[in-house]
């Protein structure tokens, strides 16, 4: 049907799908604007205004109506745990975005008494006891009046995790438990565990001991996976790297996204990393994949990136900003041998490094590889996190061919960062600048689902911003990026990690037709709204998978969330909460409002006699003379 003066084109050209009446951001300097795009089998076929977009609009096109709103290439998380995320997304309680502890308390009391025997209660990452209005963790005692019989798991960034009396019950915890080995398991004068399990430094205790909680069976993770899937594209994501991580085997966990991508199924698309789960195994483990295949495999839903984040166990530094850096061991030879093997094999990688210390060691193995020839080769490699690398190291990478992968992790743990290392140390952390000027290659990211958030709008406004969700601005002026080249790292740097930044990224013909259009215009908010925004139309490869508002109903309805107690089911994802404009700053701004119209009637009802001037506009009535 026409729509707004758009007529039925010829057959054989029509598109699919045209968005019209958009504010379009190409994000391609030779044409950065336009008004509406055409998809036709997945691509973009016409980028411009509706003048270049009649003669492709055929009788069968869709044509959607984007009501003005801004329009941006689909986002890429560069760094996301999302094959992770998906197996367990309905069985976690998200305090993603909750504003007070009060309200995180709450849902825990209702979920818990919705889960059944047998069950637990989780919270697993996403947030942090900064953004709480109370400004602190739930306490061991509210936890067990929440939940007096219901395991509870509260897992605090990678830092520590609070378990009730029930979960101490449910994984076995005793006075006679030992401590593991880079943990600690907090006792009472009376040597028993209180609950309190700290990551001293390393998080192995944490996972571990989520790890005894009950896993779904194969179609409950294919429909958690669909579902988280289906909220990433809520937040306008239309593409992942996925990182793999511990607890994270391949083949069998990949089992899930493999089979959703056989079916035509996947709301994302994704680019997988292989990481070798056993320590001493690693070599055996990544001989067995170089072998069998290579980077690149797949399609363009599911592909195979590399190998990382942890190439040898011992190689990997931790993430936690409460515990001093850690002091790693000799690792270079197990670890050479490793890059080597890839590099032969024309394997790229990514690897976990948070300090500098770690990423000097690196740098040095690979420079040792390099008087060889195998760096640079050709092959995509890079550091991940690298919150205190050095100006000299980024040097030292970009002479290597490398590049970096950055995430706002400081949104979520600027507080212990700056407690341990100082203001001047988190404004460089990381120095994203720095890396810009260099020419590296950068790319943005979240680290979920474990500790940040998923909600990539978060990341996005810390790179604008530097504030963490404490509100502290952390990140110094010149290390902060303008919404464009934030933008950026969001789309054409995650295109560029995984080689698709030709047909990833932009709005340009013949590019994948990955949109999003938003709620909000990311360009022209306030500063404070952009971790508010979502996406109301999302469309990945012309497909649209999400719909929201104006646009309710357009994507597929997903399956009923099972079982029927998630809390996903009854809380959803990341909860969303009022923009600052629309809150408190609107507020005042319809006070004034109010006062100027009622200056304007007094002045009317004063010209008119109705009311004596120094009054303030009181009314003529004898009923109050």
Same mark, same amino acid.
């Given at each position: 049907m026409p729509v707004a003066g758009i007529r039925p084109g010829t057959p054989d050209q029509s598109a699919d799908l045209v968005i019209?009446?958009?504010? *379009?951001?190409?994000?391609?300097? +030779?044409?950065?604007? @336009?008004?509406?795009?055409?998809?036709?089998? !997945? #691509?973009?076929? $016409?980028?411009?205004?509706?003048?270049?977009?009649?003669? *492709?609009?055929?009788?069968?096109? +869709?044509?959607?109506? @984007?009501?003005?709103?801004?329009?941006?290439? !689909? #986002?890429?998380? $560069?760094?996301?745990?999302?094959?992770?995320g998906g197996l367990n997304y309905v069985l976690e309680l998200r305090w993603d975005g909750v504003p007070t502890l009060r309200q995180a308390l709450a849902m825990l009391r209702v979920q818990a008494e919705a889960t059944p025997p047998g069950q637990w209660v989780r919270v697993v990452g996403g947030w942090s006891a900064d953004q709480f209005a109370e400004r602190r963790l739930p306490t061991l005692d509210e936890l067990d009046a929440a939940a007096p019989d219901t395991p509870v798991f509260v897992l605090h960034l990678y830092q520590s995790a609070l378990l009730n009396r029930a979960a101490l019950r449910a994984a076995g915890f005793t006075r006679d438990t030992p401590d593991p080995v880079g943990g600690q398991i907090v006792r009472g004068h009376d040597g028993e565990p209180t609950g309190l399990l700290i990551a001293a430094p390393g998080a192995l205790l944490l996972y571990s001991t989520l790890a005894k909680a009950p896993t779904l069976d194969e179609a409950d993770r294919t429909g958690s996976t669909r579902h988280f899937l289906r909220e990433l594209n809520r937040f306008g994501l239309t593409s992942a790297i996925d990182a793999a991580g511990g607890f994270q085997s391949f083949p069998e966990n990949y089992g899930t996204v493999m089979d959703l991508a056989r079916r035509g199924e996947l709301t994302l698309r994704i680019a997988y990393h292989l990481f070798p789960q056993t320590a001493g195994q690693e070599l055996d483990d990544l001989n067995r994949w170089v072998t069998t295949v290579r980077p690149g495999d797949g399609d363009a839903w599911l592909r195979l990136n590399g190998a990382g984040e942890n190439l040898t166990w011992a190689a990997a530094d931790f993430e936690n900003f409460t515990e001093p850096r850690p002091h790693l061991g000799a690792y270079e030879s197990e670890f050479e041998k490793a890059v080597r093997l890839l590099m032969e094999h024309g394997w790229g990688f990514r690897l976990h490094a948070s300090y500098d210390e770690t990423i000097r060691r690196d740098l040095a193995v690979f420079e040792k590889l390099a008087a060889e020839g195998l760096f640079p080769h050709g092959n995509r490699w890079l550091f991940d996190h690298a919150e205190t690398v050095s100006p000299d190291s980024l040097d030292r990478i970009a002479a290597l061919g490398g590049a970096v992968s950055v995430q706002n992790r400081l949104s979520f743990q600027g507080e212990a960062f700056v407690a341990r290392y100082g203001a001047p140390a988190a404004a460089e952390a990381p120095p994203v600048r720095a890396m810009l000027n260099?020419?590296?290659?950068?790319?943005?990211?979240?680290?979920?689902?474990?500790?940040?958030?998923?909600?990539?709008?978060?990341?996005?406004h810390w790179l604008v911003s530097g504030r963490a969700v404490s509100g502290r601005r952390l990140a110094a002026e010149h290390n902060r990026l303008s919404r464009a080249e934030a933008l950026e790292l969001y789309t054409l740097g995650g295109a560029r990690l995984t080689g698709e930044e030709e047909?990833?990224?932009?709005?340009?013909?013949?590019?994948?037709?990955?949109?999003?259009?938003?709620?909000?215009?990311?360009?022209?908010?306030?500063?404070?709204?952009?971790?508010?925004?979502?996406?109301?139309?999302?469309?990945?490869?012309?497909?649209?998978?999400?719909?929201a508002q104006e646009h309710q109903g357009l994507a597929p309805e997903l399956p009923?969330?099972?079982?029927?107690?998630?809390p996903v089911s009854r809380f959803g994802g990341y909860q969303a909460t009022s923009a600052p404009s629309l809150t408190g700053v609107h507020q005042a701004e319809r006070v004034a409002e109010a006062v100027a119209a009622s200056d304007e009637q007094r002045a009317w009802r004063q010209a008119r006699g109705l009311a004596l001037p120094g009054q303030g506009g009181a009314p003529l009535d004898p009923c109050f003379s």
């Open positions: 019209r009446n958009a504010k *379009v951001y190409t994000n391609d300097p +030779r044409r950065p604007r @336009a008004t509406a795009l055409a998809i036709r089998d !997945g #691509l973009i076929s $016409a980028v411009g205004d509706d003048a270049d977009i009649v003669p *492709v609009v055929g009788p069968a096109t +869709r044509v959607v109506d @984007a009501l003005g709103r801004r329009a941006v290439p !689909g #986002l890429n998380d $560069a760094h996301l745990h999302v094959i992770r260099r020419g590296l290659t950068v790319a943005g990211g979240t680290d979920a689902t474990r500790v940040s958030s998923y909600n990539p709008w978060v990341a996005l047909v990833k990224g932009r709005l340009t013909v013949g590019s994948y037709a990955d949109v999003a259009v938003l709620g909000a215009d990311y360009f022209t908010v306030p500063e404070a709204d952009i971790p508010h925004i979502e996406s109301v139309l999302t469309v990945v490869g012309g497909r649209i998978v999400h719909g009923a969330v099972t079982p029927s107690w998630s």
